[in-house]
């Protein structure tokens, strides 16, 4: 899966396993891509590497949530339902041209 954004093309993971949900993008350099939490309303950056963009999304990938440059060792909750929210963490300044209300939309490979 892909997102297009920024006229930049971000491969996207999708976090679908315990252990892609524990690990998410911690101790990551030079991130180059997104990971999308699906059911999910609340994120941390403890142990991140570096900054990186949070997207709170609805169930429709409206964007109902944006957070830019979020350092390490921060906790993100969306005040949402978790079953109908999911969390896309991007690159640092890759979301800068996406705004609140937009809806994402992402392509199969």
Do not use: W
């Not at 999910?40 to 999304?57: A, P, Q, R, W, Y």
Request: glycine share 4%.
């Amino acid at each position: 899966m892909t997102l297009n954004t920024n006229k930049k093309c971000y491969p996207i993971v999708i976090a679908n396993t315990f252990l892609k949900r524990l690990f998410g993008l911690m101790g990551k350099k030079e991130i180059d891509y997104g990971m999308l939490f699906p059911k999910c309303n609340s994120i941390h950056t403890f142990f991140m590497k570096e900054s990186i963009d949070v997207i709170g999304l609805d169930e429709n990938n409206e964007v109902i949530y944006k957070y830019e440059n979020l350092p390490k060792n921060n906790i993100i909750k969306i005040n949402y339902d978790r079953k109908k929210t999911s969390i896309l963490e991007l690159p640092q300044n890759a979301s800068s041209k996406i705004k609140v209300g937009t809806i994402l939309l992402f392509s199969e490979d």
